[in-house]
C-alpha cells in the first residue's frame, strides 16, 4: 500500500510568486492535512480538508490556500511568497477527520525555499 | 492554551546506551499525548501515544514512554539505543477534537555514537 506522496519534494521559488503543493494520500484515507515544519516555529498547522471541504484552519495569513479533489488528492497554494516562507511543508492523510487522537500518517514533504 | 516543552534541542549518546528525551506540557484540561520520529529528509512516524488507560506505553522497536500527570510530564526512554535510532524526536500534545488542535514541540535531535 503506497504511503502519502507529496511532490515536488524540492522547490525554489523567488519572492513574490506563487506556489502549488500536492499531496495524494494512502489510497481509502479522505482526511488531509497540511502543516508547515520551519526550524523556528517548529510544526504548525495549516489547515485540513475532508470531502472537499476546509475542515479546520490554523493561524496563517490568507496567502495560504488549499483544495481537496474528489478522489481525496489535495493541493495547497501560496501566493505573493516571502522569504519567511521557507519550509518544509508536510501533507498528512487519515481515514476519516474526527479526534485529534486519530493516527496520522506523514508523507515525506516538500522542501520549499524562497530566495 | 495548551504548550509542550522538549528541554533538549540535542541529544548525543553512545550506542548501547541508555537515553531520556524530555517532554513537559501545560494544558487546562485532559489531553491526549504523542510521540513522533522524523529521520533526514523524510516525514513525521507515530511513534507512540497516551490516550487513557495505563500510564506506560511502548512502541515497537523498544522505545517507551510515561505519562506523569503530577509532573505534566510525558518522557521518552530507550534502555539501548542503535545507530538507527538517530533522528530528530518531537512530542506532541492535544486536547480533545480535531487536528488544529495538536501543539508539537521543538525537536529533540538524538545523536548516536558509535
Known amino acids: 500500500k503506497a504511503g502519502v506522496t507529496q511532490t515536488p519534494r524540492y522547490l525554489i521559488k523567488t519572492r513574490g510568486q506563487q506556489v502549488t503543493l500536492s499531496c495524494s494520500p494512502i489510497s481509502g484515507h479522505r482526511s488531509v492535512s497540511w502543516y508547515q515544519q520551519t526550524p523556528g516555529q517548529g510544526l504548525q498547522f495549516l489547515f485540513e480538508?475532508?470531502?472537499?471541504?476546509?475542515?479546520n484552519k490554523g493561524n496563517f495569513p490568507g496567502r495560504f490556500s488549499g483544495r481537496q479533489f474528489s478522489n481525496s488528492r489535495s493541493e495547497m497554494n501560496v501566493s505573493t511568497l516571502e522569504l519567511g516562507d521557507s519550509a518544509l511543508y508536510l501533507c498528512a492523510s487519515s481515514l476519516e477527520p474526527g479526534d485529534s487522537n486519530q493516527p496520522q500518517h506523514f508523507g515525506d514533504g516538500t522542501r520549499l525555499s524562497i530566495l | 492554551a495548551q504548550s509542550v516543552t522538549q528541554l533538549d534541542s540535542q541529544v548525543p549518546v553512545f550506542e548501547e546506551a541508555p537515553v531520556e528525551l524530555r517532554c513537559n506540557y501545560s494544558s487546562s484540561v485532559s489531553v491526549y499525548l504523542f510521540w513522533y520520529v522524523q529521520y533526514p529528509n523524510q516525514g513525521l512516524q507515530l511513534l507512540l501515544k497516551y490516550l487513557s488507560g495505563s500510564t506506560l506505553v511502548k512502541s515497537i522497536n523498544g522505545f517507551e514512554a510515561e505519562f506523569n500527570k503530577s509532573q505534566t510530564s510525558f518522557h521518552l526512554r530507550k534502555p539501548s539505543v542503535h545507530i538507527s535510532d538517530t533522528a530528530e524526536y518531537f512530542c506532541?500534545?492535544?486536547?480533545?477534537?480535531?487536528?488544529?488542535?495538536?501543539?508539537f514541540g521543538t525537536g529533540t535531535k538524538l545523536q548516536v555514537i558509535p
Open positions: 480538508y475532508f470531502s472537499e471541504t476546509q475542515r
Open positions: 506532541a500534545v492535544s486536547e480533545p477534537g480535531g487536528y488544529q488542535k495538536v501543539t
